[in-house]
Structures are given as structure tokens and as C-alpha cells.
């Protein structure tokens, strides 16, 4: 018998692979060691280890997996034909609409190269807010903020600044969060501002007063002035993402949750590795959320909800989630739950200004 070192070494699938097919059904071991959990495989089983390794490569769904080593098993070459096939017109029509997206995003590069925008950081705007407010805002959007070089527009927090509010907004990609503080004194036009994180690290250490603060925005300048102290620096130049459109969700089911409580529910309940290493650079521990039906919100365990539609099942990373509520910062929150592919969105019940995104984790490999 094989080891499940050996059989990922053979089969051309890693060991948190192999594992994962396992509690997924698809490629179980002839027997695991009772005392220490070890899986060990049937010489006869390399070969599917290796078709599933090429199945994954190709970017079959795990449904369609399931059935093409059903069928290999079972010898019925037609069906695997069918649904090869089936998969690689899939990967056409994707491959298709994708070139379509991308000649449009040539057309819109050139048109940006031949009409360069101009810098609006020529104006002057100064407002007033609290302090506790703005501490607070900071404190709910930092947690999202990015740390990719390559993508420097997300590694500060945006203040978008209009009229009788500022809001901040901070994302890297895999999550969203958004809060707002009221204010006063508004002078100049609506603006919007990429401060850099060790600026908002800054502005956040001198808000420990109980007082009214000064933000002015002076060309690409920003600086916060709390009575005879104050931090300025320069903005980021790159534009940060419309934040306005990436909010605008279709709507889920709403739960609200005790948050220590559900806390303690996510620290202690089943988890589920992620395949993907976009997230942070490494594997993630994934929570399986399912709103159900009278208003609760439960963390599924593999094979939980059997004959469920997976479609109700929503997998996060239960770090960025467990950040989330943190950054939530109430006794109280309301969870709002879509299909596997939307995100979760965090709102707080008392106040319409925060919101926090995170994005889903596909289950099927």
C-alpha cells in the first residue's frame, strides 16, 4: 500500500490535496490507521490519483469530478467522453467572453493614453469631525486594508469627503470595509484622498481626546490637527477602486448574531482547508456558513446538510471573518447571507454607515 506521501508524490497531487478529496468523497483511502489517522491507498488507486490530478489541472468542477472517476471506475468510456467535452466547450465560451472583456479594456487603456486625465489635486479642503468618531472609523475599515506591493492604490485607506460626511473605505481585494463620521465646517469641494497606512497609523494615535479634530486636504497634502499637535503627509496618486458600485449587493437572507457568542461558535467549530493560495499567500482555514430558516446562522461540517442545495453554503476565511467582527465592534451584528458565490456582508444594527465585505471561497477545487 501506498503512504499519502508516496500517493502525492506518484499521482501529482499534494498531500492537502489528497485530503481534501477524501473528505469530499472523491478518492478515499483503502484505510486509515485508527490510532493515528494516517490514510494509506491500493496500488489500483495511482491511476485515479493521477486522472484527478489532471482533472484539477484543467479546472474541472468537483461535481463533474465526481463523475468522470464514477465512470471511469465503472468502465462507461462514453459518459467520461460526454463530459470532457462537456468541460472543454465550457472553457471555450469562457475563454471567448474573456477575450471580448479584454478587447475592451484595450479600447478603454487607449483612450486613456491618447486623453490623459489631469490631476485634480489642486484644490483646498478643511472640515471638522470627532475624534472618538473618526478613532472609530479607522479602527472599523484598518483590518482590509492591503499590504501588495503590486497593487499600492490599496495599501491606504480612502477618505472620501463631501458635505456632512466623511467616509473611510479600505479593501485588498478578498474583503471590503466601509464606515463614515459626521461632519462639520465643511469647506471646498467633494474630494477624495488614498492616505497611506502609516499615515492613518499616525492620525489614529493622536485621536485619544475627547474633541473636534481638523482634516485639511491641500493638493496632494493631508494633514490632521488636534489642538497643538499634528501628522501631515502625502496621499497615494493612484486611484482607488468605485467602492459606491462594489456595495451594491443583491439581497441575502439576514441573521443577526450575538458576536461573542458566534465568535466562540467560529473559533471552536469544524473548518475546512482552502485549496487556493490567493488569499494572503498561503492556505486558509475556511468557515461553511448556512443562513437557515428560522433566522439563525449555522457552521456546516463536511457532509453537513446533505441533500441541501450547496447554493446556501457560503465559505470565508474565518480569519478575515473573525477580524470582521472584531472591527464590528457591537454586542450585536447582523450577518447579511446570499448564494456561495456573494459575499458576506457584516452590518452593525445601529448604524447605517459601516459595512464590511467579505468575499466567498469556492468549495469544488
Known amino acids: 500500500m501506498r503512504s499519502i506521501g508516496e500517493m502525492a508524490r506518484d499521482g501529482g497531487l ?9 473528505r469530499a468523497g472523491v478518492l478515499v483511502p483503502a484505510w486509515v490507521d485508527p490510532v493515528s489517522g494516517y ?15 489532471r482533472l484539477r489541472r484543467a479546472g474541472t468542477p468537483l461535481a463533474d469530478i465526481r463523475l468522470v472517476l464514477a465512470a471511469w471506475t465503472g468502465g462507461d468510456t462514453d459518459l467520461v467522453r460526454g463530459l470532457l467535452e462537456a468541460h472543454l466547450r465550457r472553457l471555450e465560451l469562457g475563454l471567448s467572453e474573456a477575450r471580448n472583456e479584454f478587447s475592451a479594456l484595450r479600447a478603454l487603456l487607449d483612450r486613456r493614453e491618447t486623453h490623459p486625465m489631469t490631476s485634480l489635486r489642486t484644490t483646498t479642503v478643511r472640515l471638522s469631525v470627532s475624534s472618538r468618531e473618526l478613532a472609530a472609523a479607522l ?122 457568542a458566534f465568535r466562540k461558535s467560529l473559533e471552536t467549530g469544524p473548518v475546512r482547508t482552502g485549496e487556493t493560495r490567493e488569499q494572503a499567500g498561503e492556505l486558509p482555514d475556511l468557515s461553511v456558513l ?58 452593525r444594527p445601529d448604524d447605517e454607515g459601516f459595512l464590511s465585505l467579505l468575499m466567498p471561497v469556492r468549495l469544488d477545487g
Open 39 to 53: 490514510r494509506w491507498y491500493e496500488p489500483e488507486q495511482l491511476t485515479e490519483a493521477r486522472l484527478l490530478a
Open 14 to 22: 499534494s498531500v492537502s490535496a489528497l485530503r481534501f478529496y477524501d
Open 139 to 260: 479602527d472599523a475599515v484598518r483590518f482590509a486594508a492591503g499590504t501588495d506591493p503590486e497593487l499600492p492604490m490599496l495599501s491606504g485607506i480612502l477618505f472620501d469627503a463631501g458635505g456632512e460626511e466623511l467616509r473611510l473605505v479600505a479593501t485588498d481585494r478578498y474583503r471590503m470595509a466601509v464606515a463614515r463620521a459626521r461632519t462639520g465646517g465643511y469647506e471646498g469641494p467633494h474630494t477624495q484622498v488614498v492616505v497611506p497606512l502609516p499615515l492613518a497609523d499616525a492620525m489614529r494615535a493622536l485621536l485619544t481626546r475627547e474633541q473636534s479634530v481638523r482634516l485639511v486636504v491641500d493638493g496632494d497634502r493631508v494633514t490632521l490637527e488636534t489642538g497643538d499637535r499634528q501628522t501631515s503627509g502625502r496621499s497615494l496618486g493612484d486611484e482607488f477602486p468605485d467602492y459606491r458600485r462594489l456595495v451594491r449587493l443583491p439581497a441575502g437572507r439576514l441573521v443577526r448574531v450575538e458576536t461573542a
Open 290 to 347: 448556512r443562513a437557515t430558516e428560522d433566522g439563525t446562522v449555522i457552521i456546516c461540517s463536511d457532509g453537513a446538510g446533505a441533500g441541501a442545495d450547496d447554493r446556501d453554503n457560503v465559505a470565508v476565511n474565518r480569519e478575515f471573518l473573525l477580524q470582521a467582527l472584531a472591527a464590528g465592534a457591537r454586542d450585536e451584528l447582523v450577518l447579511e447571507l446570499g448564494t456561495s458565490t456573494a459575499p458576506i456582508a457584516i452590518r
